[in-house]
């Protein structure tokens, strides 16, 4: 695969430069994906309810979501789950372009006004990380849509209790975002994080937009834990106690262990 091409237009390739970038997909130099296994994930892509891990075209006919459409690059125990952790924990700025780009692909044709809404980021992993990875990636998708990008919703509290029960992480999902600004009835919203877990933090988000207004409702994320959880309530699907249910929590423990180390 030649795809070693040095672009030296931006800060970003001068960097690359010093700092290669090997493929996550198939270990070839360049980019943090390259273009034959971003192409590979097009062709060969099937959408996914990340609820019940069903093939779905967008509206799971078996799950209660809150959204009229929900679309997912891949799975988290892949190479686009390791493209994400990469960007996000090691601040690869450039995969968040491939990310944008594979959003892009998969994301089918809205039509009329849309808005991209950044599911909002704790603001201490924004601070140790430099940059608000959910959000670039929100506003380079809707640069290639020619959507606009909304931070709508901002971040109430940035506590996770963790080991919480499932109807106290229902609780603490709901209470963490407040909506900030107008929502219009005419557009399309489509609200966007990278990963979900139990889909808790989307969901509550997604009620939140509802409830301001919002008629119609999109949901996209980049890569789905596929953690199998006991069966549940509807919400999440995830039940019981424990921290294998409580799989949000998890990550936001995990996130801030990453972010303890990055500030040391
Ligand atoms: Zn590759
Ligand atoms: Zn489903």
Same mark, same amino acid.
């Given at each position: 695969?030649?795809?070693f091409?040095?672009?030296?237009?931006?800060?970003?390739?001068?960097?690359?430069?010093?700092?290669?970038?090997?493929?996550? $997909?198939?270990?070839?130099? #360049?980019r943090?994906?390259?273009?034959?296994?971003?192409?590979?994930?097009?062709?060969?892509?099937?959408?996914?309810?990340?609820?019940?891990y069903?093939?779905? &075209?967008?509206?799971?006919?078996?799950c209660?979501?809150?959204?009229?459409?929900?679309y997912?690059? #891949?799975?988290?125990?892949?190479?686009i789950? &390791?493209?994400?952790?990469?960007?996000?924990?090691?601040s690869?700025?450039?995969? #968040?372009s491939?990310?944008?780009?594979m959003? =892009?692909?998969v994301?089918?044709c809205? +039509?009329?006004?849309?808005?991209?809404?950044?599911?909002p980021?704790?603001?201490?992993?924004?601070? @140790?990380?430099?940059?608000d990875h959910? +959000?670039?990636?929100a506003?380079?998708?809707?640069?290639?849509?020619?959507?606009?990008?909304q931070?709508v919703?901002?971040?109430?509290? =940035?506590?996770?209790?963790?080991?919480?029960?499932?109807?106290?992480? +229902?609780?603490?999902?709901? &209470? @963490?975002?407040?909506?900030?600004?107008?929502?219009?009835?005419?557009v399309?919203y489509?609200l966007?994080d990278d990963?979900?877990?139990?889909?808790?933090?989307?969901? @509550?988000?997604?009620?939140?937009?509802?409830e301001? $207004?919002a008629?119609k409702?999109?949901g996209a994320?980049?890569a789905v834990?596929r953690? +199998?959880?006991v069966?549940?309530?509807?919400?999440?699907?995830?039940? $019981?106690?424990?921290r294998?249910?409580?799989?949000?929590?998890?990550?936001?423990?995990? =996130?801030?262990?990453k972010?303890?180390?990055?500030?040391?």
């Amino acid at each position: 695969m030649s795809d070693f091409i040095v672009k030296n237009t931006t800060s970003v390739s001068i960097l690359d430069l010093f700092c290669p970038h090997f493929c996550r $997909g198939c270990g070839c130099l #360049g980019r943090p994906f390259c273009k034959c296994c971003k192409n590979y994930i097009v062709r060969t892509y099937v959408n996914y309810c990340p609820a019940c891990y069903e093939p779905s &075209e967008g509206k799971c006919t078996d799950c209660e979501l809150p959204f009229d459409g929900l679309y997912m690059v #891949g799975w988290r125990d892949t190479e686009i789950g &390791e493209l994400v952790e990469e960007y996000k924990y090691q601040s690869v700025r450039s995969a #968040g372009s491939d990310l944008a780009e594979m959003l =892009d692909a998969v994301i089918p044709c809205l +039509k009329g006004e849309v808005v991209v809404v950044p599911l909002p980021t704790i603001r201490k992993h924004i601070r @140790a990380r430099g940059f608000d990875h959910t +959000k670039a990636v929100a506003r380079k998708l809707a640069r290639r849509r020619g959507w606009k990008m909304q931070s709508v919703l901002v971040r109430a509290q =940035d506590t996770v209790q963790v080991g919480a029960d499932n109807e106290q992480r +229902k609780k603490q999902a709901s &209470e @963490a975002f407040e909506l900030k600004g107008e929502i219009c009835r005419d557009v399309t919203y489509l609200l966007f994080d990278d990963i979900w877990t139990t889909g808790a933090s989307m969901m @509550a988000g997604a009620e939140l937009l509802k409830e301001g $207004g919002a008629t119609k409702i999109m949901g996209a994320v980049i890569a789905v834990s596929r953690m +199998k959880l006991v069966a549940g309530d509807g919400f999440g699907g995830s039940g $019981g106690v424990g921290r294998t249910a409580n799989a949000d929590s998890v990550e936001d423990e995990v =996130d801030d262990r990453k972010s303890k180390d990055s500030d040391n």
